[in-house]
Structures are given as C-alpha cells and as structure tokens.
C-alpha cells in the first residue's frame, strides 16, 4: 500500500446504486464521528478495529480490470473526512482515471473545501441530519457546530461538481415538516434526496422496533420538499421503481 493512505474496511467492485445512473465502485472508509440514532453501518462506525483491511493495490487492480465499463469510484463510510490521508487516496484513484464521487456528513467543511479546491472531486453526497438547529445534535448522536453544516451546504452548491443532498427519515426522529425545513434551508439546490429508514441494526437499538414511513407518505413529504429544490428523488423502497419530483412537474415513476 503506498504510504499515508487510510484503511479500507470495505469495498464493492460494482454497484448500480451507490451513484445515481452509473456503475460504481464503492471503498468504505473505517470510523465516523457522528452517532446517528439509525445508522446501520455499526461494525464502520464501532467495531472497524475488528474488520480485515483491504489492500489498496487490490482495489487498483479491480478497477484497472473494470475499466471499460466502471464509471467512477464512491468513496464513503463512516466518515471519509474524519480519515487521515483521504486527500492521497483520491489523488492515487484519480491517477487510474475514474471519476469520484464523495459521500459526507459535512462536518469537516475545511477539508471538503480543500478537496473541490484541487478538483478531486466530482460528484458530492451530503447527508443533512435534521432542520439546522438543536435537533441536530439529537438525530446526530453527538454534538454538531451547525456553521459547519451551513458551511459545507454553500460549498456543495458552489462550483463545477455535481452533488446532491440527502436525509435518511426516521419516524419518531422527523416529520413532514421537518423534511420542508430542511428543504428550505437548501432552496435552489440541484437535487434532494429523502430516504427510507431501515429499522436493521441500527445504532440505537429501539429503532428496531419503529415501523418505516409507508412510500406514499415519503412521496407526499417529497412532494411538498420539491417546493424549494430542483428536484427530488425517494430511495430506499421495496419496489424497483423510483420516484422522482422536478420542480412544477407531477410525480412520475422511473426504473
């Protein structure tokens, strides 16, 4: 592995749907600095010291193999930018010619500005928690500064890159109006995405219990968000269809 590089705890070949209409391969970066009630990647976020780290020549040599059809690379979590050595990884990925995509909590804004500065990014996935207050903290699980949050909103929606945001939604933990809030605090953005809450080995173990939003209650809390947004996407149900809301269209279904 070539010096300074973080660990990687995980990785997918290929995927279809980690970036959003392209074949993806996908490297999980160990540890995260948030808690978040619903988060189902305990073993990256509490236990990664457990996991077996993944050469990083193995993951060139996959890539390199997939060349002809791979689109781009996902790096993700836990929290990328939390990793020492995130900035090396992704200049020794942009030397195979991939494309990347960055997945964030968008916490760490200085590093986030540092990484669009140089241009090692192409495609930014911020999640947003919660309405930009002290709800934030709870949903999080630890205490978030909020100007960083807001911080790392007007960076995502500045220069060349593409991006989305998105917010995973957890009954109990969000309402519809919480979803608008949200939506508001990002109007004029490209691209929002509500996704569904999955009660699986969640961090807190009492959301095992809590029942999802029914799909046509997230299309409705989509419905009212696409209001201040471009558009916006439902990921996360059962069926293979997605529902996808533009700005003064009509819902439709998509494969």
């Known amino acids: 592995m070539p010096p300074g590089l973080p660990l990687i705890k995980g990785f997918i070949p290929n995927s279809l749907i980690e970036w959003e209409g392209k074949i993806s391969a996908v490297v999980f970066l160990a540890g995260c600095n948030l808690r978040c009630q619903y988060c189902h990647a305990r073993a990256l976020v509490l236990e990664n010291s457990t996991l077996e780290s993944i050469p990083f020549e193995a993951v060139c040599a996959s ?22 050595g995130l900035e090396a990884l992704l200049e020794n990925l942009r030397r195979l010619g991939v494309s990347i995509k960055l997945d964030t909590n968008g916490t760490n804004p200085r590093v986030l500005e540092r990484l669009l500065r140089r241009g090692l990014v192409d495609y930014v996935a911020m999640d947003i928690k919660a309405p930009l207050d002290e709800r934030y903290d709870k949903i999080a699980g630890t205490e978030v500064n909020i100007e960083d949050i807001r911080r790392s909103i007007q960076l995502v929606t500045t220069g060349p890159h593409d991006y989305e945001f998105r917010t995973t939604v957890c009954p109990g933990l969000l309402s519809k109006a919480d979803v608008v809030e949200i939506a508001s605090s990002i109007r004029g953005s490209r691209r929002y995405v509500l996704q569904q809450f999955r009660p699986t080995n969640p961090l807190n173990r009492d959301l095992e219990r809590v029942e999802p939003y029914a799909p046509e209650v997230l299309l409705e809390f989509a419905n009212s968000a696409r209001l201040y947004v ?17 700005a003064g269209a009509q819902a439709f279904s998509i494969p």
């Open 230 to 246: 471009q558009e916006c996407f439902v990921r996360g149900f059962e069926s293979p269809m997605r529902h996808r809301f533009g």
């Open 63 to 84: 890539i390199v193999e997939s060349a002809g059809w791979l689109d781009g690379v996902v790096v993700s979590g836990g929290e990328p930018t939390i990793s020492e």
